[in-house]
């Protein structure tokens, strides 16, 4: 390689770190692409979600089937390699920590937020009941709000990373959590209750201007059904239909007797 050609790649190389970097520093999401086999072997590109091309070379084989691709991909936070002509690129996904809002701090929050955190959310448990909401009983969660939920939403804003978990449906805690995520792009909103309970919450919510479509996205009642009975049960069902939807795949149903990939391998 000409001493020119070693400036210019190393010139690349501190753009590509510098820009995943920045990426992880401002938890965006994005992703570095990667010409891993084929013609422009070694070639790179990194892209943020939101602003599309950050850093890179000029790589004329970065096309629209490839940032459509990356999209998806981002969107669900996977990472994969893809062949395009005679080019396999690998598409590797860079995601900020999700965040998990938890509101109402009773024995079904205390496994999932342990549990939740263990995957890799960055953890808040909100409850304005000072005897509930108690370092003791939540010792390793990110954040614990003694407050109602308006508290929570004045200084964290509800985006596509936010889960929301409404353990709760005291009009109290309710009411202001609708309010706060309404109209906002968030991945997942589930609530604690009946389907007597859902049903009258679908009511008000259509009279207060939620769209069918708006009210479609609400998990309620919350969890996937596993015919669990304790605190923890019941954590694991709601965890799963949160992989679920964070994932924006799988079937929810036994792998046994399916050809289903396993696991995702």
Do not use: C
Not at 42 to 47: K, L
Not at 254 to 261: K, N
């Amino acid at each position: 390689m000409r001493r020119h050609d070693r400036g210019v790649h190393h010139t690349m190389v501190t753009e590509v770190i510098e820009a995943i970097t920045t990426l992880k520093k401002d938890e965006r999401l994005g992703a570095m692409i990667t010409v891993i086999d084929g013609p422009d072997i070694g070639s790179v590109v990194v892209v943020d979600r939101s602003d599309g091309r950050i850093a890179g070379d000029e790589a004329p084989w970065f096309g629209e089937d490839i940032i459509s691709d990356a999209n998806d991909l981002m969107d669900r936070e996977e990472s994969k390699s893809l062949v395009y002509g005679d080019r396999r690129i690998f598409i590797d996904t860079i995601a900020p920590s999700p965040i998990m809002l938890i509101f109402g701090a009773g024995h079904i929050a205390q496994p999932l937020s342990l549990f939740a955190r263990e995957l890799g959310f960055r953890v808040v448990v909100a409850d304005a009941r000072a005897t509930w909401a108690t370092p003791e009983r939540f010792p390793n969660v990110d954040e614990l709000i003694v407050a109602w939920p308006d508290a929570v939403f004045d200084h964290i804003a509800p985006d596509r990373r936010t889960y929301v978990v409404l353990l709760s449906h005291d009009s109290r805690f309710e009411v202001p959590v609708f309010d706060a995520v309404h109209g906002k792009p968030i991945r997942y909103l589930g609530a604690m209750g009946s389907r007597r309970t859902h049903g009258l919450r679908v009511d008000r919510l259509a009279a207060e201007g939620w769209t069918v479509e708006q009210i479609d996205t609400i998990h309620g009642p919350i969890g996937l059904d596993l015919k669990g009975k304790s605190p923890a049960e019941t954590a694991i069902a709601i965890l799963a239909e949160v992989i679920r939807v964070r994932y924006g795949a799988g079937s929810a149903i036994s792998l046994r007797g399916t050809d289903a990939a396993i696991h995702n391998t």
